[in-house]
T-cell receptor, first 117, second 114 residues
């Protein structure tokens, strides 16, 4: 489809394992975001990629979290040594935003639900 | 530090009546505000936005009001319909520390009763 695609849609893992979550943004969108929503909480900003600029990693909760965006398109969010508090829905979004302007409309994927046992 | 706050976790209204969802922010550098709607098991979808140079923006049944002096915005839905039942997120952007990214509130769950 033409929307933001995320995989896997559901992931159950054991505490201490590493996980990778993938995001395919809408073609041509220069900005890509990762957010997470923990149970009963709002959308927590994690990381933001804009074009070739250095990513804004200010929302990553610990050094166990990292993300990369290859070729300005697909992004992977990696969580090392997962903990139970990492359980959440991880949402990816993209936008058609020229560098330096205010954020426009974000298009979200359906999210990857992570459960850490 | 919660820069965008939605203090009402839930709201219930009767079909046909007005729904008013509120949002407060603390960062005076925010200059663009958006509302998103989220259904269960789906990603949030954009609903309506407003720039800080305006105090009102209307789109069909949805109107967003911005009060910059109070750092407050609200979303009015009139008339409310059962299909409007969802979680509504307020979001803001702007300022050198927030370049390009949206800061979201905690969300308000709206239930519209038939």
């Amino acid at each position: 489809g033409a929307g933001v695609s995320q995989s896997p849609s559901n992931k159950v893992t054991e505490k201490g394992k590493d996980v990778e979550l993938r995001c395919d943004p809408i073609s041509g969108h220069t900005a890509l975001y990762w957010y997470r929503q923990s149970l009963g909480q709002g959308l927590e900003f994690l990381i933001y990629f804009q074009g070739n600029s250095a990513p804004d990693k200010s929302g990553l909760p610990s050094d166990r979290f990292s993300a990369e965006r290859t070729g300005g398109s697909v992004s992977t969010l990696t969580i090392q040594r997962t903990q139970q508090e990492d359980s959440a829905v991880y949402l990816c979004a993209s936008s058609l935003t020229p560098q330096g302007t205010n954020t426009g409309e974000l298009f979200f994927g359906e999210g990857s639900r992570l459960t850490v046992l | 530090d919660q820069q965008v706050k939605q203090n009402s976790p839930s709201l219930s209204v009767q079909e046909g009546r007005i729904s008013i969802l509120n949002c407060d922010y603390t960062n005076s550098m925010f200059d663009y505000f958006l509302w998103y709607k989220k259904y269960p098991a789906e990603g949030p979808t954009f609903l309506i936005s407003i720039s800080s140079i305006k105090d009102k923006n209307e789109d069909g049944r949805f109107t967003v009001f911005l009060n910059k002096s109070a750092k407050h915005l609200s979303l009015h839905i009139v008339p409310s319909q059962p299909g409007d039942s969802a979680v509504y997120f307020c979001a803001a952007s702007g300022g050198s520390s927030n370049t390009g990214k949206l800061i979201f509130g905690q969300g308000t769950t709206l239930q519209v009763k038939p």
